[in-house]
């Protein structure tokens, strides 16, 4: 079955340090990868997108993401965190094959950044 | 997104009551969807249409309906909601140009069912 996993259910960082939030996927084929943020009570914001080429892909607000196929991962990092990056996080996943767009959700990270 | 509104923002029911969430999209977009997320599940597929004549079920259609009223405007139904249907939902939208199209958000309606 396709699927997608996010290891950590909470993040805790300290302001200032790197963080990383996991994901790793289980779909045929190479599929499309994404990153989405959602804050207190508003929908969920496009982060940054993996479709071919470079395995490190930037994204908005500082962020990044790092594909790796042989261990089909996708991981988001940012250099320096920020209190205000406090969030939820969710990897989602789009195969390749199915016939439609459809986006495959982890369960999220709550991301908690500590001043 | 305000380019994709949902309303309404909240809404508590009761056990057998018919209700309509509505969304509606500037952004031009063919594609929307509606999802539902529940704590622990991620974001979860109701319904999804491709145009206003092509409506499919998702992974999690049961218990709900959907019409698309014109190409800006996606409504989910639920004809006799139950309390396990409490949770968020979200509506999104896509361009027509294939998989590497990005889903856009609404902000989400909180459903509370009694």
């Known amino acids: 079955a396709q699927s997608v996993a996010q290891p950590e259910d909470q993040v805790n960082v300290a302001e200032g340090n790197p963080l990383t939030v996991k994901c790793t996927y289980s779909?045929?084929?190479?599929?499309?990868l994404f990153w989405y943020v959602q804050y207190p009570n508003r929908g969920l914001q496009f982060l940054l997108k993996?479709?071919?080429?470079?395995?490190l892909v930037k994204g908005s607000y500082g962020f990044e993401a790092e594909f790796n196929k042989s261990q089909t991962s996708f991981h988001l990092k940012k250099p320096s965190a920020l209190v205000s990056d406090s969030a939820l996080y969710f990897c989602a996943v789009r195969p390749l094959s199915g016939g439609y767009n459809k986006l495959i959700f982890g369960a999220g990270t709550r991301l908690a950044v500590h001043p | 997104d305000a380019d994709v509104t949902q309303t309404p923002r909240n809404r508590i029911t009761k056990t057998g009551k018919r209700i309509m969430l509505e969304c509606s999209q500037t952004?031009?977009?063919?594609?929307m969807y509606w999802y539902r997320q529940d704590p622990g599940l991620g974001l979860r597929l109701i319904y999804y249409s491709f145009d206003v004549k092509d409506i499919n079920k998702g992974e999690i259609s049961d218990g709900y309906s959907v019409s698309r009223q014109a190409q800006a405007k996606f409504s989910l139904s639920l004809e006799s909601a139950i309390p396990n249907q409490t949770a968020l939902y979200f509506c999104?939208?896509?361009?027509?140009?294939?998989?590497?199209?990005?889903?856009?958000f609404g902000p989400g309606t909180r459903l509370l069912v009694l």
């Open positions: 952004k031009g977009h063919d594609r």
């Open positions: 999104a939208t896509s361009a027509t140009s294939g998989y590497q199209e990005t889903q856009y």
């Open positions: 993996y479709i071919t080429g470079d395995n």
């Open positions: 779909v045929s084929g190479n599929p499309y």
